[in-house]
């Protein structure tokens, strides 16, 4: 047998941001489960990630923020509405509550939840980045008057 001595390159590890967003009405329609008081059913994470490429960076934070997710279902039993004027909880409570967590899938639902979006950039570049953004949203909005313009006389030539 030959065995083929090889090493990869060290490679530099670079700051990066990635932010998840689960937005409760959006076309993947599988937030049912965020929680009410979540202002109009909208989450956002945020992770500082370190990696050695974008798609790391991505992996790694989508990991974290699987993991506080988890965290978040860890405390179904306060959350449930039948309950929230409860201080304190019988064995019983606590074990129809999870039945019913497991009976309409709170579980399985709350981590098979997809992001309605994912951004990510490394961290020297956000300025950049925003930079960027801001001064397309203001060519595209001193554009709207005209392109108002526009389709009114489409609509007058079509009359």
């Given at each position: 047998?030959e065995?083929i001595?090889?090493?990869?390159?060290?490679?530099?590890?670079?700051?990066?941001?990635?932010?998840?967003?689960?937005?409760?009405?959006?076309?993947?329609?599988?937030?049912?489960?965020?929680?009410?008081?979540?202002?109009?059913?909208?989450?956002?994470?945020?992770?500082?990630?370190?990696a050695?490429s974008?798609?790391?960076?991505?992996?790694?934070?989508?990991?974290?923020?699987?993991?506080?997710?988890?965290?978040?279902?860890?405390?179904?039993?306060?959350?449930?509405?039948?309950?929230?004027?409860?201080?304190?909880?019988?064995?019983?409570?606590?074990?129809d509550?999870?039945?019913?967590?497991?009976?309409?899938?709170?579980?399985?639902?709350?981590?098979?939840?997809?992001?309605?979006?994912?951004?990510?950039?490394?961290a020297?570049?956000?300025?950049?980045?925003?930079?960027m953004?801001?001064?397309?949203?203001?060519?595209?909005?001193?554009?709207?008057?005209?392109?108002?313009?526009?389709?009114?006389?489409?609509?007058?030539?079509?009359?």
């Open positions: 047998m065995v001595g090889m090493s990869s390159k060290k490679r530099d590890m670079y700051k990066y941001y990635i932010v998840a967003n689960y937005m409760g009405d959006d076309s993947i329609d599988d937030k049912s489960f965020i929680p009410d008081d979540n202002d109009g059913k909208h989450m956002v994470y945020r992770v500082e990630v370190w050695d974008l798609i790391s960076a991505v992996n790694r934070g989508m990991e974290i923020i699987t993991h506080a997710r988890a965290e978040t279902m860890a405390d179904y039993i306060n959350s449930n509405p039948m309950y929230t004027n409860q201080d304190t909880y019988t064995r019983k409570d606590i074990e509550i999870y039945e019913l967590a497991v009976e309409i899938g709170l579980f399985q639902n709350w981590l098979a939840i997809q992001p309605t979006s994912i951004q990510a950039n490394r020297d570049d956000e300025d950049k980045l925003i930079d953004t801001v001064d397309s949203v203001m060519h595209h909005a001193s554009h709207i008057g005209d392109d108002a313009e526009d389709f009114l006389k489409e609509q007058d030539n079509d009359a």
